[in-house]
C-alpha cells in the first residue's frame, strides 16, 4: 500500500473539517456528529457535516455532493473528523469508500494508520476488489 505524507494543506483540510463541525455540532439529538471537507485539483475547498435520519448521509457523501454541485468535478484529498477519535480523523465506512471509489478512485484519503500516525492513501487502496459499476 502507498502511503502519502501529509503536507500543511492537509492539516488546514482537517482544521476546516473540525471548524465546519464545531459549528454545527448538534448537541440535543446528536443529527450533526462528523465532519468533513474536500480539497479539489484546482485547489478549491468544500466542507460539510453528516445528516442523521432513517437513510442518512456520511459527512463525506453530504460533502462531495456539495462541490459536486458547485461545479467541481477532480478531486485530490478527502477527510472526515470527529474531535473524540485518534487525531481528531474518522476512516470513511465501507459505503463511503464505494462512493469514493466510484467518483475519483485516486483521491488521497487522510487515516491513521496502524501506529496511529496520520497518513494519506487512495479510495483505492482503501477498497481492494471493489465492486466496478457496469454501465449499459
Ligand atoms: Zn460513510
Known amino acids: 500500500m502507498e502511503k502519502y505524507e501529509l503536507t500543511d494543506i492537509d492539516r488546514k483540510l482537517i482544521a476546516i473539517?473540525?471548524?465546519c463541525l464545531n459549528q454545527n455540532f448538534?448537541?440535543?439529538?446528536?443529527?450533526?456528529?462528523?465532519?468533513?471537507?474536500?480539497?479539489?485539483?484546482?485547489?478549491?475547498?468544500?466542507?460539510?457535516?453528516?445528516?442523521?435520519?432513517?437513510?442518512?448521509?456520511?459527512?463525506?457523501?453530504?460533502?462531495?455532493?456539495?462541490?459536486?454541485?458547485?461545479g467541481e468535478r477532480e478531486f485530490d484529498t478527502i477527510v472526515a473528523v470527529h474531535d473524540k477519535h485518534l487525531n481528531n480523523v474518522i476512516?470513511?465506512?465501507?459505503n463511503c469508500r464505494q462512493m469514493l471509489y466510484e467518483y475519483c478512485p485516486d483521491i488521497k484519503v487522510i487515516v491513521n494508520d496502524e501506529n496511529g500516525n496520520l497518513i494519506k492513501v487512495t479510495a483505492r487502496e482503501l477498497l481492494p476488489f471493489a465492486y466496478i459499476p457496469v454501465i449499459c
Open 26 to 70: 448538534d448537541d440535543h439529538v446528536y443529527n450533526h456528529t462528523v465532519g468533513c471537507a474536500i480539497l479539489c485539483k484546482n485547489g478549491n475547498i468544500y466542507k460539510g457535516v453528516n445528516c442523521d435520519g432513517i437513510h442518512g448521509s456520511c459527512a463525506e457523501f453530504i460533502t462531495m455532493g456539495i462541490a459536486i454541485s458547485a
Open 91 to 94: 476512516p470513511p465506512c465501507g
Open 17 to 19: 473539517a473540525l471548524e
